[in-house]
């Protein structure tokens, strides 16, 4: 089983960049992960250039769409 847990350092990727690469590998529209996420395409296209933060219940129906799952982890600072 693969996993498709998101881990995503802010060095490494931008969340606009990872939502955008990942609807592209698929070959999906815009339109069509819209339609699968129950997110307007509006907001998709918003996402997708870091136009907006979105809410974390918008964040998961989009990664979920897309095969991803959101999870937070909580580390102790060194």
Do not use: H, Y
């Amino acid at each position: 089983m693969v996993d498709t847990t998101l881990r995503l350092p802010p060095e490494e990727v931008s969340l606009a960049t990872f939502v955008r690469c990942k609807r592209k590998e698929i070959g999906w529209t815009q339109k069509r992960l819209a339609e699968k996420s129950g997110i307007s395409s509006c907001s998709i296209g918003r996402i997708e250039l870091a136009q907006i933060e979105p809410e974390r219940n918008t964040l998961e129906c989009v990664l979920g769409a897309l095969g991803w799952e959101l999870v937070f982890e909580a580390r102790r600072k060194e």
